[in-house]
Each structure stands twice: as C-alpha cells, then as structure tokens.
T-cell receptor, first 114, second 118 residues
C-alpha cells in the first residue's frame, strides 16, 4: 500500500527565507509524486510532478522538488519565500494504476512573516 | 489548459433536500473523474472514482445511495447529495484525469463546492 507522510503540519518562515516542506512516501512500485497548493476556500493547484524522468523537478511559482529514492523523499523547496506563498501544501503519491488514485498527505500550512 | 470547473461554488440547503454539484473539464477530455470531501483543516478524502459510461467506484464507508455520481460524458460528472443532513456539510472537490496525461496520473482539480446543510 502506498502512503505519504508530511512532516510538520505548520511551517512558518520569514519573507525572503528558504522554504522547505518535507514529504516522505511509501510505495512498492516506482511512484508518481505530486505537490499541490491550496489557497483558502479553493481547490488544489498542481505545483509540480515527478514521473520518473529527471529527479529534480521544477514547478510553478519558483518551487522545485527533488526525488530521492534512497531516502524515499520528495521535499518541496523555494529559495525565497513571498507573502503570496502562504497556503496549504499537499504532497501526493500515485502508483500509476489504471484508476490513477492519488494518496494525499495531511498537508502542511505555510505561513510567511513580513 | 487543463481547467476544471465546479458549480455551484457554494450552496445552502435545508435538511432532507437533495443537492447536485457539477464538475466539468473545460478544455480536455477526462478519462476519469474523482470526488473528494475535505473537512476543515484536514486533507482530502477520496469518496469515489467515476469513469465515463460506467458505474462509479466508491471508497469504503461512502454510501453510494446517498452520494449519487453520474459521469454522462467525457467532460461532465455530477455528484448528488440525496436527503442531505447537517453532517453532510463539507467542502466537496472534484478532479479530472486528462487523457493526455493518463500515463502520469495527473489530476486537475476544480475550485470546490462549499455545502452547508441547515
């Protein structure tokens, strides 16, 4: 069975500081991995995805994530936080099956201080 | 590209009534659509998976007679909450899986529907 663990339900950074949101996965097959962002009262927006090509994946809004098989991790980073980055971030894993079900982590709320 | 819409964005209804929520993929055909429920400050819970032209697959614990799903075309899926009760109040989000990205299992999400049952 697949699972996703997001370490830290709440992360707070200062504007301009490095953003690091942690995600570890468990999968018996090569996984597809995703990061989504959710702003209040809105749906989820895809930030980036890993699909077994390059291990360093660049996404929108300056975010990137690195797939590390040895650590079963897919942490999300951004060099310099903006106030507009404050939101809920979800890591998700899929096994690539015919149904394409996503298993989501519990989410990490990012706060950005001025 | 890859835009998914939901209608309505919010709805308030009386207990015992039924509510229909629409999910549309605007610029692509969706092989599969998904319906999620999200409680405040929690993650998404998959309710069911719907494939065009076939019956939906419900997750364990989700009442299929209460949450009716119809996937009439490759661009439209509907969720009907029948005989709604206050405990059905929640944020409902749909997603659609693009044919073109089926091999990578990318889902595109709608903006969500806030249901409040009085």
């Amino acid at each position: 069975a697949q699972s996703v663990t997001q370490l830290g339900s709440h992360v707070s950074v200062s504007e301009g500081a490095l953003v690091l949101l942690r995600c570890n996965y468990s999968s018996s097959v090569p996984p597809y991995l995703f990061w989504y962002v959710q702003y209040p009262n809105q749906g989820l927006q895809l930030l980036l995805k890993y699909t077994s090509a390059a291990t360093l994946v660049k996404g929108i809004n300056g975010f990137e994530a690195e797939f590390k098989k040895s650590e079963t991790s897919f942490h999300l980073t951004k060099p310099s936080a903006h106030m507009s980055d404050a939101a809920e971030y979800f890591c998700a894993v899929s096994d690539g099956g015919s149904q394409g079900n996503l298993i989501f982590g519990k989410g990490t709320k990012l706060s950005v201080k001025p | 590209g890859a835009v998914v819409s939901q209608h309505p964005s919010w709805v308030i209804c009386k207990s015992g009534t039924s509510v229909k929520i629409e999910c549309r993929s605007l610029d692509f055909q969706a092989t599969t659509m998904f319906w999620y429920r999200q409680f405040p400050k929690q993650s998404l819970m998959l309710m069911a998976t719907s494939n065009e032209g076939s019956k939906a697959t419900y997750e364990q614990g989700v009442e299929k007679d209460k949450f009716l799903i119809n996937h009439a075309s490759l661009t439209l899926s509907t969720l009907t909450v029948t005989s709604a009760h206050p405990e059905d109040s929640s944020f409902y989000i749909c997603s659609a899986r693009d044919w073109a990205s089926a091999s990578t299992d990318t889902q595109y999400f709608g903006p969500g529907t806030r249901l409040t049952v009085l």
